[in-house]
């Protein structure tokens, strides 16, 4: 019930094309959905995150969509760019023992194309 | 600000050993978390402090133990290391409990 599922595992993208990132989940006590971003020899850093009063956040090229009712969330990243070509992470958190425990993704590692 | 700082960056141990990571969180912020990252099992928590207190935990042996100093920076020991125990260990900070949290660049860890 804690886990978070995301796929796709890889993906290749042209150039100013959309990738799409998609995320489920199970259990609905997780009320803050962050997404990560990682370069090779880089921690993750933080990209966007949502709550679930909201459907959508946008942030430059960056959008999470929220889909509360089928506990889902996708990451979506208009006009892909060679620099965006990472691993892109989701998480989930729910406060358990008063701090905030976040569950990961697997992970997507994202290619794209010049 | 500086971001979250995590020495050494490399380690190279021998299965037996054992080691002690260092992380230094983000100036006012009081709450570190430790993370495993491993290509298999991606990101898992391996605990959690806030005011020098271990406030949550994740599946990890005994081995794996931590600590959290007045200052907020944090130390992870790891005993009697395996060699399953390589792998990419980040320490992430947040102002509070239930603020976002923010990673370090990690410690590469391998045992031999």
């Known amino acids: 019930q804690q886990q978070v599922k995301q796929s796709p595992q890889s993906l290749i993208v042209q150039k100013g094309g959309i990738s799409i990132i998609n995320c489920a989940y199970e259990n609905t006590a997780f009320d803050y959905f962050p997404w990560y971003q990682q370069f090779p020899g880089k921690g993750p850093a933080l990209l966007i995150a949502i709550r679930p009063d909201v459907s959508e956040k946008k942030e430059g090229r960056f959008t999470i969509s929220f889909n509360k009712s089928a506990k889902q969330f996708s990451l979506h990243i208009m006009d892909s760019q060679p620099g965006d070509s990472a691993t892109y992470f989701c998480a989930a958190s729910m406060i358990i023992g008063g701090t905030y425990k976040y569950i990961f993704g697997t992970g997507t590692r994202l290619k794209v194309l010049a | 600000k500086a971001g979250v700082t995590q020495t050494p960056r490399y380690l190279i141990k021998t299965r037996g050993q054992q080691v002690t990571l260092s992380c230094s969180p983000i100036s006012g912020h009081r709450s570190v978390s430790w993370y495993q990252q491993t290509p298999g099992q991606g990101l898992q928590f391996l605990f959690e402090?806030?005011?020098?207190?271990?406030?949550n935990k994740g599946n990890f042996p005994g081995r794996f133990s931590g600590r959290q100093f007045s200052n907020s920076r944090s130390e992870m020991n790891v005993s009697t290391l395996e060699l399953g125990d390589s792998a990419l260990y980040l320490c992430?900070?947040?102002?509070?409990?239930?603020?976002?949290?923010?990673f370090g660049p990690g410690t590469r860890l391998t045992v031999l």
């Open positions: 402090y806030f005011s020098e207190t271990q406030r």
């Open positions: 992430a900070s947040s102002q509070g409990l239930a603020g976002s949290k923010f």
